[in-house]
């Protein structure tokens, strides 16, 4: 990156444009959000549910199916800020928690990377939303949301990728 100059900077992103050079030696400016990431937890029970929240998201124009997650913290850690994430919206507690992946959420403009975990041998806790948040936790069936994300009930790229990945991990299909 040679050139940056900050045109907004807010509390979850900064908008800057960038001058890049492209493989081929051009030189372009390109509007890019920096992003300080993310992490989200699938919850995973013993008899093989899940848990989700659906919740309201302006945005996407409504409310929406997703596993608990947020945006990392300073210099938080991202399997922290999964279990965080965790405890504050369904107020669970993972005795175990794996590394499912990462994957880059919108690269034609963000930098966004959002590291996904499984969370297993859950125990109960006490729920702490965040006041701008509004969402109701529910249990289900992975297969259920597994046929949800078939449907396109279930759209969200970190919710899908999440379900994707774990289905691969609970199958044992590597």
């Not at 300080?36 to 302006?58: E, K, M, S």
């Not at 369904?90 to 005795?95: E, F, K, Q, R």
């Not at 990462?102 to 990377?113: D, L, Q, R």
Request: net charge negative.
């Amino acid at each position: 990156m040679s050139d940056c100059k900050n045109i907004y900077k807010g509390r979850i992103f900064d908008v800057n444009i960038e001058g890049a050079i492209m493989p081929d030696g051009r030189k372009v400016d390109l509007e890019i959000v920096r992003h300080p990431g993310g992490a989200c937890a699938l919850p995973l029970h013993d008899n093989g549910d899940i848990t989700l929240v659906r919740q309201f998201r302006h945005a996407a124009g409504g409310v929406i199916w997703e596993v608990p997650a947020g945006r990392i913290d300073g210099a938080e850690g991202a399997e922290v800020c999964a279990i965080r994430e965790l405890k504050e919206e369904v107020g669970l507690v993972a005795g175990k928690v794996e590394k499912l992946g990462e994957y880059i959420s919108t690269p034609g403009f963000c930098s966004e990377v959002v590291h996904i975990y499984l969370a297993e041998s859950l125990t109960g806790c006490k729920q702490e939303l965040e006041d701008d948040e509004y969402l109701e936790v529910l249990r289900l069936p992975f297969g259920e949301a597994l046929d949800k994300v078939d449907s396109g009930e279930i759209s969200d790229g970190k919710t899908v990728v999440a379900l994707l990945m774990a289905a691969r991990r609970i199958s044992g299909s590597r």
